[in-house]
């Protein structure tokens, strides 16, 4: 027997490689068949070369400094999309600072599948110490809509179809899929690796409304002498902004939209009754939801904040969501394009009508909030150290003339007053904390939000807020993304005026020069402390296309305890109320 039959030659094992494959060229093969164009990651063990080739292949990746920051990246990109954002994280603790996004990402109904790595099976069900050896799956089910694990190479086409499925269809929300390190690595004949990768058919279809539940609703709004529309972020979401605006144009119903479906119709909409929410929800006889939750955001539909006799009709594709806190009259199940849709036809010219004295109690009130309003901003323009509205004026100012900009938004007070401050023309142009109100989502969704549309993005953040996700500018800047970062430097958490009941800073005192930061980085730092410094720089900055950060100076006895939340602090004996 010759050496030569022993040792295949190099032409023979070029022909063996080219017929076998392994699972990272199958994972990437599974997410291109289905269309994925961006990932959102931090590369390590076992998972650097499954990024290295995605991005060969032409999909493109985006490497962050922290898991969570990729995970809330993901979630955006699922928002603006309609289609799963994904995370790409390293197994153990990778994958747990990942988890906080999946879990978020779930809570506010955005399409997202993290793809872990993990340890082998055999050595982390024995508890053997393998490296970063934990059991993912089992941690990962209660935090999210689903969780899969893939065991071999040849269900990986599988598991990714099930996992983008599950993400988009019905209530969007967060999907994990653990690929261990050994499948990832296990090789397979290329063509049988093919035949088990597929693309999606009608990864979300439309479901219907039963006619007699429209017009149930239709006849409920039709009976009401005070009558309101109240439009949550799944309207926004849903992408079916003509129909939803042709519905409130037609039946002249005020409405209110909650902060991420702002700019469905413009907020100085004659309909509009955000300047007189309060009123609107304490007065209104027949209420519809529409992609909107009666949770805490809405005070749970509970008096004194709404009428204890309103009744309710909501539009959501959740069956369970119905009933959740108040009595649903009118449930409407379906997704809400459909269900718009649905009301437009079956409801007749003239059925729906606002009564002309409810549109002035409003009209009225609305006036009122803006006269006074209009006091608060004009004192704050010229008050000296800068205050929070002083800034965001600027900012507004700016904005009006760039309506294509997106907004990302996070902070206590940061959050408050710039949703009250800044209006919205556009849909889906207004990124904030969302449903559970958490901080750290700011880097994150700047950057899907610049990724995923090519616009340029201004992210307004409290200092605190901004701590958490901060050193993604490196990111913003290794990318090059059009990205100005605005941050309300008041040097505290809520505030920085705060007595230090020791010789160590006080609880809520930071201090911090962040136009340094980004300048660490390659990036253009400014430092404002007046409005007309931050309208000038912000006007620069955009209009240079590149990555940016103003440090806005802002008064440390400017802001209240946890913004406009306050009181769900606890009511104790002690302790700063």
């Known amino acids: 027997m010759t050496d030569a039959s022993i040792h295949p030659t190099e032409a023979e094992d070029a022909d063996l490689s080219a017929d076998l494959t392994d699972g990272i060229h199958v994972v990437v093969d599974a997410l291109k068949a289905n269309n994925v164009e961006n990932i959102y990651g931090v590369v390590g063990i076992p998972i650097t070369d499954l990024a290295r080739l995605a991005q060969k292949s032409g999909i493109r990746y985006i490497g962050f400094r922290h898991e969570s920051d990729a995970g809330h990246a993901a979630a955006a990109a699922g928002f603006l999309t309609q289609r799963p954002g994904i995370c790409l994280t390293v197994s153990a603790p990778g994958f747990l600072n990942g988890l906080v996004a999946l879990a978020n990402a779930t809570t506010n109904c955005f399409p997202m599948v993290q793809i872990s790595g993990s340890s082998e099976r055999h050595l982390v069900d024995l508890q053997r110490g393998d490296y970063e050896e934990m059991d993912q799956l089992a941690a990962a089910r209660q935090f999210c809509k689903a969780a899969y694990r893939v065991s071999r190479a040849e269900d990986i086409g599988r598991g990714l179809a099930r996992a983008l499925r599950t993400a988009s269809s019905g209530r969007p929300g967060g999907v994990y899929l653990d690929i261990p390190a050994q499948v990832l690595g296990e090789v397979l004949d290329t063509q049988k690796a093919a035949d088990t990768v597929w693309q999606l058919v009608d990864p979300v279809t439309r479901q219907l409304p039963e006619p007699a539940a429209v017009d149930r609703a239709i006849d409920l709004l039709a009976s009401a002498e005070r009558p309101l529309v109240v439009l949550g972020k799944g309207a926004a979401y849903a992408q079916a902004d003509e129909t939803i605006r042709d519905f409130i144009e037609t039946t002249g119903v005020p409405y209110v939209p909650m902060s991420m479906a702002k700019g469905l119709l413009p907020d100085d909409h004659p309909q509009s009754a955000a300047t007189a929410r309060s ?113 965001l004026q600027s900012i507004r100012d700016v904005l009006a003339d760039n309506p294509e900009a997106y907004i990302v938004n996070e902070g206590a007070n940061a959050l408050d007053k710039a949703r009250n401050t800044i209006g919205m023309a556009v849909p889906r142009h207004r990124l904030d904390s969302g449903t559970w109100g958490v901080m750290g989502i700011g880097m994150g969704y700047a950057i899907a939000a610049a990724v995923e549309t090519g616009k340029p993005v201004i992210a307004i953040e409290g200092d605190s807020a901004f701590g958490f996700s901060g050193i993604e500018l490196e990111t913003i800047c290794r990318y090059n993304l059009p990205i100005v970062t605005v941050v309300l430097n008041n040097s505290g958490v809520y505030r920085g005026d705060d007595v230090s009941a020791s010789s160590d800073p006080a609880p809520t005192m930071l201090k911090a020069r962040h136009d340094l930061m980004i300048e660490a980085f390659g990036g253009k730092g400014y430092q404002a402390t007046t409005p007309e410094e931050v309208e000038s720089m912000l006007r620069e900055a955009l209009a240079s296309g590149k990555p940016a950060l103003i440090d806005a100076v802002i008064d440390p006895t400017d802001g209240t305890e946890s913004g406009n939340i306050a009181h769900l602090n606890p009511k104790g004996i002690s302790g700063k109320k």
């Open 279 to 391: 009123l609107a929800l304490k007065r209104a006889d027949v209420v519809m939801l529409v992609g909107a939750r009666l949770n805490w955001l809405l005070g749970h539909g509970e008096a004194p904040q709404w009428s204890p006799d309103a009744k309710f009709i909501q539009v959501d594709i959740e069956a369970s969501e119905m009933d959740s806190n108040q009595p649903i009259a009118a449930p409407l199940v379906g997704d809400v394009g459909s269900v718009m849709d649905a009301l437009v036809e079956r409801s007749k010219p003239g059925q729906i009508t606002v009564a002309e004295a409810w549109r002035n109690e409003l009209g009225e009130k609305s006036q009122q909030n803006v006269a006074k309003m209009a006091k608060t901003l004009e004192a704050a323009k010229t008050a000296h150290p800068m205050k929070f509205l002083g800034a």
